[in-house]
Nanobody, 121 residues
Framework: QVQLVESGGGLVQPGGSLRLSCVASGSIFSINAMGWYRQAPGKERELVAV???????NYALSVKGRFTISRDNAKNTVYLQMDSLKPEDTAVYYC???????????????WGQGTQVTVSS
């Protein structure tokens, strides 16, 4: 059993910043990729940023240069620093991780419950 818990969402004015955190816990042997997705009302869930355990990060074009993803592997935590926020960034943000569990050994994709980010004046 693996749980992902996000925190850090809220209401911010355009041009402001927020930092999201996501902690993975449970029967974890190793974590491969960790990332962030978002879903705005009436739209499909979309990739925001992903960070593999090795290799380069990937960002959606709409957030490149404004958002930064980072990981603390010792804490099984992924962060999303969001700067220069725009109203179109308003969405529920979901944490995602590819996790290999300890026992039984299984590799699966896990999701957090989501955290609301609202950018409005």
């Amino acid at each position: 059993q693996v749980q992902l818990v996000e925190s850090g969402g809220g209401l911010v004015q355009p041009g402001g910043s927020l930092r999201l955190s996501c902690v993975a816990s449970g029967s974890i042997f190793s974590i491969n990729a960790m990332g962030w997705y978002r879903q705005a009302p009436g739209k499909e869930r979309e990739l925001v940023a992903v960070m593999p355990s090795g290799g380069s990060t990937n960002y959606a074009l709409s957030v490149k240069g404004r958002f930064t993803i980072s990981r603390d592997n010792a804490k099984n935590t992924v962060y999303l620093q969001m700067d220069s926020l725009k109203p179109e960034d308003t969405a529920v943000y979901y944490c995602n991780a590819v996790v290999r569990t300890s026992w039984p050994s299984y590799t699966g994709i896990y999701w957090g419950q989501g955290t609301q980010v609202t950018v409005s004046s």
